[in-house]
Structures are given as C-alpha cells and as structure tokens.
C-alpha cells in the first residue's frame, strides 16, 4: 500500500522561503517520476514541478527561478525548496507520481503567504 505524506508548508511573508518534503511510503520509490502540485482556492490543481527518475526537471512558468524539485531516493523523499514567495502562490500543495494517480493524493500541505 502506497501512502503520499506532504509536510512543511506554512505561514510566510511574501519574499519568504518554505522547504517541502514528500515521503512516498511503501512503493519503489526510485522507479517513478514525481512531481508537485498545488491547488489555490476557486482553482484547478495543477503541476509546480517534475522530477523524472534520472533527475531532470521541469517547471511551471510561474515559478521558474524561485523553485526547485529535487528527490532522494534512499529515504523515498521528494522535495520543494521555493524560494521569493509571493502571495500568488499561496495554495494546498500535493505531491504525487507524474503522471498523477488519483487514488494516491494525499492531504497536501497548506502554504499561505501573507503580510
């Protein structure tokens, strides 16, 4: 049984730096890509960012250059290190395998970025 656990998020002003973390539990985690997504109120999930199993990534437009995905495989972890914050990008953020599995959503973490 796979379970997707998401930790980190939080309260931060705009500027600001959150580090997440995803543990993907009970799975060969080293066989899959990964990837993170976030879901703002009144809209639709969507992918941050992508990691393959080889290590190469991908971003949304919107947060090139503030974010970045990196994975380890040892301790089935997947990260999101974001970095210039903006209030725009406060949403419930998920991890998941890339493509998404819908029965594999987790709880998400909360970030919101206010003043």
């Known amino acids: 049984q796979v379970q997707v656990v998401e930790s980190g998020g939080g309260l931060v002003q705009p500027g600001g730096s959150l580090r997440l973390s995803c543990e993907a539990s009970?799975?060969?985690?080293?066989?899959?890509?990964m990837g993170w997504y976030r879901q703002a109120p009144g809209k639709e999930r969507e992918l941050v960012a992508g990691i393959t199993t080889g290590g190469r990534t991908n971003y949304g437009d919107s947060v090139k250059g503030r974010f970045t995905i990196s994975r380890d495989n040892a301790k089935n972890t997947v990260y999101l290190q974001m970095n210039d914050l903006k209030p725009e990008d406060t949403a419930v953020y998920y991890c998941?395998?890339?493509?998404?599995?819908?029965?594999?959503w987790g709880q998400g973490t909360q970030v919101t970025v206010s003043s």
């Open positions: 009970g799975s060969i985690f080293s066989d899959y890509d």
């Open positions: 998941n395998f890339l493509p998404a599995i819908r029965k594999y």
